[in-house]
């Protein structure tokens, strides 16, 4: 019976949140009686829950930081058990699981603990919805704020020609199937997101290991199909109550992920470099030497890397200096082609050596060339200048 009462005091609750809302609304000038009011009215009922619920959301976040940080211990003292079976490895290892849960202030629940206390008050919001027709005709006895007028306006109040109390299951029109159906496709596309988010931004790289971490990814792809599969059954005002809540949540983690990442996550690597940039722009504004932490924030792969010397005749494509090396005298006549080779090696010996040869056989500073080195890079009587005095 006590389960009783409290689910009657909890439909009076949202029921007083949803009155109370319209009165406001129609207050700031909205018309009264059935209208866009008391759809607005459904959004106001989100908005005091999310506030009232935002020290568990804190504490959600928390709890959540906690599981991500302690996944490379739990799976260390997973692999540490891993193939004992029998019940002195199970009893140890759930009592080291249960220390690690201690040691970092978190459990299992804590993160779920906001959707468990929202549960009640959807519930609560479908059984209202479902009753309003029944209350209107006078087939059910009235809550305490919403009277038999009461009902009747809200149950005749649409949403782009949809009643709030319309199902796509039951009788409605094609004009309300487009509309559920669109507020269906809305909510679980709002559902993925939100947990994308969660889950693939804030989250350090070891977290996305792991049997947990698994779990986690097919309940991200599960929920929006179980979600539009049973939104067929929910009345246009829980629908509606059930977008705007992921849309709000979706807000909630945005703002709570950029001003607070996990550590280690994709996001806390993205606010240390928006400070870094921040810093730079100050420094730069200032006149200052840029810091030299943002410096290794903004240009990690700069800073990193060391430059390999090279030696300038290994690159690719430089010529190479030429060796001299003593050839044996050919039994035949040079051939023309082994003249014209022979001419450029010599000028190439000729240009390496410091005292470079004039066209009279003598060098620069005045004295003969030597015939002796001559004699070290070609036969004897193949020289260019033995050449010339022939012709």
């Known amino acids: ?3 009783f009462f409290l689910w009657v ?3 009076q609750g949202v029921s007083w949140i949803m ?15 059935s209208g866009i009011a008391w759809v607005l009215a459904i959004v106001m009922l989100v908005i005091v829950m999310r506030i009232l619920l935002i020290p568990l959301f804190f504490r959600q976040i928390k709890a959540s930081r906690g599981m991500q940080l302690m996944q490379p211990e739990l799976q260390a003292v997973q692999k540490k058990y891993k193939g004992k079976t029998d019940p002195a490895s199970r009893e140890a290892m759930t009592r080291e699981t249960m220390e690690l849960y201690k040691k970092h202030g978190t459990n299992p629940f804590a993160s779920c603990m906001p959707l468990l206390l929202q549960s009640p008050i959807f519930f609560a919001l479908f059984s209202v919805l479902n009753g309003l027709e029944a209350i209107a005709a006078g087939e059910a006895e009235p809550l305490t704020p919403i009277s038999q007028e009461v009902a009747s306006d809200i149950e005749q ?11 796509f299951m039951q009788d409605s029109s ?6 559920i159906a669109g507020l269906i496709i809305a909510m679980s596309a709002t559902t993925f997101f939100t947990q994308r988010q969660l889950t693939m931004k804030n989250m350090p790289p070891a977290a996305l290991e792991g049997p947990m971490a698994q779990t986690q990814k097919i309940m991200l792809y599960m929920l929006p199909v179980i979600f539009m599969i049973s939104g067929v059954n929910f009345p246009v005002g829980v629908l509606i109550y059930w977008t705007v809540t992921n ?3 979706m807000g909630q983690q945005y703002y709570t992920i950029k001003r607070m990442p996990a550590p280690g996550s994709r996001a806390e690597k993205e606010m240390q470099e928006r400070k870094a940039r921040k810093a730079k722009e100050k420094a730069l504004k200032r006149g200052e030497p840029i810091p030299e932490e943002v410096v290794e924030v903004l240009e990690p792969k700069a800073r990193g890397q060391r430059v390999q010397p090279k030696r300038k005749d290994r690159r690719k494509g430089a010529p190479r200096e030429p060796v001299a090396t003593a050839q044996a005298a050919p039994s035949d006549k040079s051939s023309d082609n082994g003249s014209a080779a022979d001419t450029a090696a010599t000028s190439a010996e000729a240009s390496a050596s410091s005292g470079t040869t004039t066209a009279g056989g003598e060098s620069r500073n005045g004295t003969p060339a030597s015939s002796k080195s001559k004699a070290k890079t070609r036969p004897a009587g193949a ?9």
């Open 174 to 179: 094609i004009t309300a199937k487009f509309v």
């Open 19 to 33: 009155v109370g809302s319209h009165e406001l609304l129609t207050f700031l000038g909205l018309p009264d009686g």
């Open 383 to 391: 020289s260019p200048a033995g050449k010339r005095k022939k012709k």
């Open 247 to 249: 849309l709000w949540s």
């Open 157 to 167: 109040s649409t949403l782009f020609g949809a009643h709030l109390s319309d199902v």
């Open 1 to 3: 019976m006590s389960d």
């Open 9 to 11: 005091w909890l439909k």
